[in-house]
């Protein structure tokens, strides 16, 4: 299996531009969730889903984040407008709720908000 | 509020001597617990876990830990560290709201002194 994946890996851009962050999780899991880690504050969950249904959205910063999963094999993180505070890594992970919730996570995508 | 701390910001040790990362949690009902490493510029890799059964969980890369329900932790050790342990360690904790979701600890830097 080739993993969750994640892209861009990375992305440099201007304050106030859309920034768009894709996943594809592993083929079979029911759960999907957006992790955004800086020195800061660490490792939050932003949000997650399961069934492609998001499920508890209320680590999402702000009305400037949303998040989508149309497929059980796609779902997209939006940034808009993004600001310099936005920079960070942002991971992707996915599992099965039957395997006891082992969390696979994919390689991140490095943002920079210039 | 339900929550996975790291007391330890870093942790330092000598190659070929024990190691020890702490966890403590606070949850409700039985925990499920994880141990996750992030190596740099990488996605996090599970490690091990524990859901029910035995206290002393063994795992990848010769790691175990040892659940203790009266103290509430979960602390990863090593009995002979090697260099190639260096890494962030993150703590997680399983937790149900709507849905099954897992929180991280701030995470500990561990080096390994050659």
């Known amino acids: 299996d080739a993993g969750v994946i994640q892209s861009p890996r990375h992305e440099v851009t201007e304050m106030g531009q859309e920034v768009t962050l894709r996943c594809k999780p592993i083929?079979?899991?029911?759960?999907l969730f957006w992790y955004r880690q800086t020195m800061m504050r660490g490792l939050e969950l932003l949000i997650y889903f399961n069934n492609n249904v998001p499920i508890d959205d209320s680590g999402m910063p702000e009305d400037r984040f949303s998040a989508k999963m149309p497929n059980a094999s796609f779902s997209t993180l939006k940034i808009q407008p993004s600001e310099p505070r936005d920079s960070a890594v942002y991971f992707c992970?996915?599992?099965?709720?039957?395997?006891?919730?082992?969390?696979?996570f994919g390689e991140g995508s490095w943002l920079t908000v210039v | 509020a339900q929550s996975v701390a790291q007391p330890e910001d870093q942790v330092n040790v000598a190659e070929g001597n024990p190691l020890t990362v702490k966890c403590t949690y606070s949850?409700?009902?039985?925990?499920?617990l994880f141990w996750y490493v992030q190596y740099p510029n990488r996605g996090l890799q599970f490690l091990l876990k524990y859901i029910t059964g035995d206290n002393l969980v063994k795992g990848s890369y010769g790691f175990e830990a040892e659940f203790n329900k009266s103290q509430t932790s979960f602390h990863l050790k090593k009995p002979s560290a090697l260099v190639s342990d260096s890494a962030l360690y993150f703590c997680?904790?399983?937790?149900?709201?709507?849905?099954?979701?897992?929180?991280f600890g701030a995470g500990t830097r561990l080096f390994v002194k050659a």
């Open positions: 997680a904790v399983r937790l149900y709201t709507g849905g099954f979701k897992t929180i």
């Open positions: 992970a996915s599992t099965v709720s039957l395997s006891g919730n082992t969390i696979y």
């Open positions: 083929s079979g899991h029911d759960y």
């Open positions: 949850v409700s009902g039985n925990p499920y």
